[in-house]
């Protein structure tokens, strides 16, 4: 999808006469079905203006082909403008620029990522080169007409309304890689600019580049299938065990059988499972044998994360990897069969036409449809939210409307969690998810949880474990409200337990993405959107009053008006059982992110006492349920509450 395609000339006409926004406003109408907000229409207008001015000075050929707003193949993300045209050897050439009305900036705590205001607060975004570099490597990497036809791809970004400042904090030399594959120009280097747009682009002739750049099939080249591969070998965290290898080898296969029908493949497994190891290995397998392959990940978060650990400080490599990782937004428009495979892991939050942002109806039909063939890595059990449809029944649906022939694997052995799989159905049982049977616990050697009586004693464990060297965080079910206001970077301490005069704040708003790896985030409380999916050495989870044990009925309960996710309680305040689901369902998550050992405080005085004597009991092995019922039995009251 291109909004605005046209000779130079025309584009500097269109400008001059104050058609350009209008065109443009024209097509993205067309094509999106909405109209944008006054800010893009803003920034096209004054962006658009310099760049004029920009091509104009530089005595540029009006035959120079000019995309605007072109939707990079495969993804939701659209180049702001490209240029194209021969230079003075005759070679083809195209100039992607990525366009910024930012004034201000500074270096992020994270590194290699930038901190500006966007969207309304102080948010850490990427740098402009490396945005527009990354774009650039993955278009020319993943369009077969540029490779092969020899197109020659450069990039830059230009910061129209930004005056250097001394020292430049976008110029520290942490970004020294960027900058020197995709040059950044401020507000006084319109001359500069203008040398290095004519170096590429003197000779004009660029109509021809233009068709194959929007027309050239997809397929990966033998570069990006090298590097991103790469990336794998010799990871211990990828290798690969037991029932992991067999799901492997047999997705691998199926993926790689000719058929004119359409094959969905469902992956069912717990947490700790090993379904992302399983989904990674197979996105690179089917990578290395030149498939269109594309690895969807639901939840921002785990998506982000997930490429920093792949990518690992190793230069040039993200740019290959993180247009091929996506999130499932942008899949409800595009043609049928795309792609050779997509790779869905969490598929329990793919959304339905609820969901914020996303303008389709069903994110499960819209990728089967994309794909020839679609894999779904599933947990039914972690379904937080309503809009949350992905579910082995809704895509069993889905694939008999679309005719696809349908396999079923499951992954049971524990991998997470020390492996202590009784561990994980011991806390599915007590939180009454499921009725595990599970009464006898696990070997307190292969995983260590506690039950604390302070959250300050929680907080210590934590930051022990952080000293030693491990990984450990602080998570907290949402019994807490968010600040928004002067809030953007963790600055209030929202997490409040005023009987124990304890208080943290939530994890970073601007830097909530990467909050799981970031060290700042050692100091802040990290909710479920922040967690799921990830994994960590140790973790700590308090308990609001948003869940409770009822003694009359030995019953866990959810708590309608302590509970603060207002997209997580819509329409559920009248439907107890489907909000008491939710809520347990995070708490189970947030216990099993953990792979040694798991560390809780119970806000709840009759919780704590009920899952204090379930845990005394498991280690006695004497605690018994009445399977027949479908009530627990309650337990007798204790005299001594204090474990530990």
């Given at each position: 999808?291109?909004?605005?395609?046209?000779?130079?000339?025309?584009?500097?006409?269109?400008?001059?006469?104050?058609?350009?926004?209008?065109?443009?406003?024209?097509?993205?109408?067309?094509?999106?079905?909405?109209?944008?907000?006054?800010?893009?229409?803003?920034?096209?207008?004054?962006?658009?203006?310099?760049?004029?001015?920009?091509?104009?000075?530089?005595?540029?050929?009006?035959?120079?082909?000019?995309?605007?707003?072109?939707?990079?193949?495969?993804?939701?993300?659209?180049?702001?403008?490209?240029?194209?045209?021969?230079?003075?050897?005759?070679?083809?050439?195209?100039?992607?620029?990525?366009?910024?009305?930012?004034?201000?900036?500074?270096?992020?705590?994270?590194?290699?990522?930038?901190?500006?205001?966007?969207?309304?607060?102080?948010?850490?975004?990427?740098?402009?080169?490396?945005?527009?570099?990354?774009?650039?490597?993955?278009?020319?990497?993943?369009?077969?007409?540029?490779?092969?036809?020899?197109?020659?791809?450069?990039?830059?970004?230009?910061?129209?309304?930004?005056?250097?400042?001394?020292?430049?904090?976008?110029?520290?030399?942490?970004?020294?890689?960027?900058?020197?594959?995709?040059?950044?120009?401020?507000?006084?280097?319109?001359?500069?600019?203008?040398?290095?747009?004519?170096?590429?682009?003197?000779?004009?002739?660029?109509?021809?580049?233009?068709?194959?750049?929007?027309?050239?099939?997809?397929?990966?080249?033998?570069?990006?299938?090298?590097?991103?591969?790469?990336?794998?070998?010799?990871?211990?965290?990828?290798?690969?065990?037991?029932?992991?290898?067999?799901?492997?080898?047999?997705?691998?296969?199926?993926?790689?059988?000719?058929?004119?029908?359409?094959?969905?493949?469902?992956?069912?497994?717990?947490?700790?499972?090993?379904?992302?190891?399983?989904?990674?290995?197979?996105?690179?397998?089917?990578?290395?044998?030149?498939?269109?392959?594309?690895?969807?990940?639901?939840?921002?978060?785990?998506?982000?994360?997930?490429?920093?650990?792949?990518?690992?400080?190793?230069?040039?490599?993200?740019?290959?990897?993180?247009?091929?990782?996506?999130?499932?937004?942008?899949?409800?428009?595009?043609?049928?069969?795309?792609?050779?495979?997509?790779?869905?892991?969490?598929?329990?939050?793919?959304?339905?036409?609820?969901?914020?942002?996303?303008?389709?109806?069903?994110?499960?039909?819209?990728?089967?449809?994309?794909?020839?063939?679609?894999?779904?890595?599933?947990?039914?059990?972690?379904?937080?939210?309503?809009?949350?449809?992905?579910?082995?029944?809704?895509?069993?649906?889905?694939?008999?409307?679309?005719?696809?022939?349908?396999?079923?694997?499951?992954?049971?052995?524990?991998?997470?969690?020390?492996?202590?799989?009784?561990?994980?159905?011991?806390?599915?049982?007590?939180?009454?998810?499921?009725?595990?049977?599970?009464?006898?616990?696990?070997?307190?050697?292969?995983?260590?949880?506690?039950?604390?009586?302070t959250p300050q004693q929680v907080y210590e464990i934590i930051s022990q474990h952080q000293l030693n060297g491990s990984d450990a965080r602080?998570?907290?079910?949402?019994?807490?409200?968010?600040?928004?206001?002067?809030?953007?970077?963790?600055?209030?301490?929202?997490?409040?337990?005023?009987?124990?005069?304890?208080?943290?704040?939530?994890?970073?708003?601007?830097?909530?993405?990467?909050?799981?790896?970031?060290?700042?985030?050692?100091?802040?409380?990290?909710?479920?959107?922040?967690?799921?999916?990830?994994?960590?050495?140790?973790?700590?989870?308090?308990?609001?009053?948003?869940?409770?044990?009822?003694?009359?009925?030995?019953?866990?309960?959810?708590?309608?008006?302590?509970?603060?996710?207002?997209?997580?309680?819509?329409?559920?305040?009248?439907?107890?059982?489907?909000?008491?689901?939710?809520?347990?369902?995070?708490?189970?998550?947030?216990?099993?992110?953990?792979?040694?050992?798991?560390?809780?405080?119970?806000?709840?005085?009759?919780?704590?006492?009920?899952?204090?004597?379930?845990?005394?009991?498991?280690?006695?092995?004497?605690?018994?349920?009445?399977?027949?019922?479908?009530?627990?039995?309650?337990?007798?009251?204790?005299?001594?509450?204090?474990?530990?």
């Amino acid at each position: 999808m291109i909004l605005y395609h046209a000779e130079l000339g025309e584009f500097k006409d269109d400008v001059d006469s104050n058609r350009i926004v209008s065109r443009i406003l024209d097509k993205f109408q067309y094509h999106l079905g909405y109209s944008p907000g006054m800010s893009e229409r803003q920034s096209w207008a004054s962006s658009l203006r310099f760049m004029e001015s920009a091509v104009r000075r530089a005595e540029l050929p009006n035959d120079c082909g000019v995309m605007i707003e072109f939707k990079l193949p495969t993804t939701s993300r659209r180049i702001d403008f490209l240029i194209a045209g021969k230079d003075l050897e005759g070679r083809d050439n195209y100039v992607l620029v990525e366009l910024k009305q930012w004034s201000e900036a500074r270096k992020s705590t994270t590194p290699r990522l930038v901190n500006t205001f966007i969207g309304g607060a102080q948010r850490d975004v990427s740098h402009p080169s490396h945005q527009a570099m990354s774009y650039n490597t993955f278009l020319s990497e993943i369009n077969e007409e540029i490779y092969t036809r020899n197109i020659i791809g450069n990039a830059c970004a230009y910061l129209h309304n930004y005056r250097q400042k001394n020292p430049e904090p976008l110029l520290d030399e942490q970004y020294g890689d960027f900058i020197r594959e995709a040059p950044l120009f401020f507000q006084e280097d319109t001359a500069e600019l203008q040398a290095y747009l004519k170096k590429f682009l003197s000779q004009g002739n660029g109509m021809n580049i233009c068709y194959f750049i929007e027309n050239g099939r997809l397929k990966p080249s033998k570069k990006l299938i090298e590097n991103v591969t790469s990336l794998f070998n010799g990871n211990d965290a990828f290798t690969l065990i037991d029932d992991q290898a067999v799901a492997f080898e047999k997705i691998v296969h199926q993926c790689s059988l000719r058929s004119q029908q359409k094959n969905v493949i469902i992956v069912e497994g717990g947490p700790g499972t090993g379904k992302s190891v399983v989904s990674m290995n197979v996105f690179g397998k089917l990578l290395s044998q030149g498939k269109n392959v594309k690895f969807v990940a639901p939840n921002a978060a785990f998506r982000k994360v997930l490429v920093e650990k792949l990518y690992q400080d190793r230069a040039g490599k993200k740019a290959y990897l993180e247009h091929l990782v996506s999130g499932s937004l942008s899949f409800y428009d595009v043609p049928r069969d795309l792609y050779d495979v997509l790779i869905v892991d969490e598929a329990h939050r793919l959304k339905d036409r609820t969901a914020y942002m996303y303008r389709g109806e069903n994110q499960v039909e819209d990728i089967i449809n994309a794909a020839k063939v679609s894999v779904f890595f599933i947990d039914d059990g972690q379904q937080i939210r309503r809009e949350d449809l992905g579910s082995v029944s809704s895509i069993n649906d889905a694939a008999i409307r679309y005719g696809a022939h349908v396999t079923h694997m499951t992954l049971s052995a524990q991998f997470r969690c020390s492996g202590a799989e009784g561990y994980v159905n011991w806390i599915t049982d007590v939180l009454q998810l499921e009725r595990t049977g599970n009464e006898e616990g696990w070997d307190e050697g292969d995983f260590d949880f506690r039950i604390f009586d302070t959250p300050q004693q929680v907080y210590e464990i934590i930051s022990q474990h952080q000293l030693n060297g491990s990984d450990a965080r602080i998570l907290a079910g949402y019994a807490w409200p968010w600040t928004t206001q002067g809030n953007s970077d963790a600055q209030v301490r929202d997490v409040r337990i005023d009987e124990y005069d304890f208080a943290m704040p939530w994890n970073s708003r601007a830097n909530s993405s990467l909050w799981a790896i970031n060290p700042e985030g050692k100091e802040q409380i990290g909710c479920i959107h922040t967690s799921q999916g990830l994994e960590f050495d140790y973790v700590g989870v308090l308990f609001g009053n948003d869940i409770t044990f009822d003694p009359t009925t030995g019953e866990v309960k959810g708590v309608y008006e302590e509970y603060y996710d207002r997209t997580g309680k819509s329409g559920l305040r009248n439907n107890s059982e489907e909000l008491t689901l939710y809520i347990k369902s995070i708490y189970k998550i947030l216990c099993s992110r953990g792979m040694k050992g798991c560390y809780i405080f119970v806000r709840d005085k009759n919780l704590k006492q009920y899952m204090s004597q379930r845990l005394s009991a498991a280690k006695n092995r004497q605690y018994e349920i009445d399977l027949s019922q479908d009530s627990y039995l309650r337990v007798p009251e204790s005299n001594d509450n204090n474990l530990f």
